[in-house]
């Protein structure tokens, strides 16, 4: 298996842009995490999926974000509108269930400026 | 509201074993430690977990104490390529991860 991917592994945008970010997590795996990590407040768990149902979106700081994963295969984090704030390295992870081994992807730069 | 204290950095000299502390004196009886560890640009990556028993695998041995408050996890021998942040986690299995502010643990030549 290729692992989870995200895409794209770097993004610029303008602020006030929709950013979209993809994550296609590993078959098989029923539990999929969005995290978010910064200089200032390390690693965040935004979100938690389980057989692509939200579980937990206390993380997700504010209305402008948004998650889906409309099916087992596929996931996305939406900003919109994007803040330069919202600069950080996004990671997508997923987990046979919530408390295996978590297995994570490279990540994606989102620079708003 | 922290589960975990980890020191912020250690050094180890490449070849000897590193072996990094966890406290955890607030865990409790269904709640596992987990260690993962984040190399530079790189996604964190899964290591070991443990509930009771020391356990051990190819990448390194998790030691737990009889009173559950602490743990160590031991790297044998230490390469370069371990340089990273380790991340010690407690939590219940099936809980969401959480991850605090790791050790950095430099591996000197």
């Known amino acids: 298996d290729a692992g989870v991917i995200q895409s794209p592994r770097h993004e610029v945008t303008e602020m006030g842009q929709e950013v979209t970010l993809r994550c296609k997590p590993i078959?098989?795996?029923?539990?999929l995490f969005w995290y978010r990590q910064t200089m200032m407040r390390g690693l965040e768990l935004l979100i938690y999926?389980?057989?692509?149902?939200?579980?937990?979106d206390s993380g997700m700081p504010e209305d402008r974000f948004s998650a889906k994963m409309p099916n087992a295969s596929f996931s996305t984090l939406k900003i919109q509108p994007s803040e330069p704030r919202d600069s950080a390295v996004y990671f997508c992870?997923?987990?046979?269930?919530?408390?295996?081994?978590?297995?994570f992807g490279q990540g994606t730069r989102l620079t708003v400026v | 509201d922290a589960k975990t204290t980890q020191p912020t950095s250690m050094d180890c000299a490449e070849g000897r074993a590193a072996n990094l502390p966890c406290n955890h004196s607030?865990?409790?009886?269904?709640?596992?430690v987990y260690w993962y560890r984040q190399i530079h640009s790189q996604g964190p990556q899964y290591i070991i977990h443990?509930?009771?028993n020391n356990e051990t695998n190819e990448m390194a041995s998790l030691i737990i104490t009889e009173d559950r408050k602490s743990s160590t996890l031991i790297l044998p021998h230490a390469t370069l390529r371990d340089t990273a942040v380790y991340y010690c986690?407690?939590?219940?299995?099936?809980?969401?991860?959480?991850f605090g502010a790791g050790t950095i643990l430099r591996v000197k030549s």
């Open positions: 607030t865990i409790s009886g269904n709640e596992y």
């Open positions: 443990g509930l009771k």
């Open positions: 992870a997923s987990s046979i269930d919530r408390g295996s081994e978590a297995f």
């Open positions: 078959s098989g795996h029923n539990s």
């Open positions: 999926f389980n057989n692509n149902v939200p579980i937990d």
């Open positions: 986690i407690v939590m219940e299995y099936g809980n969401k991860l959480v």
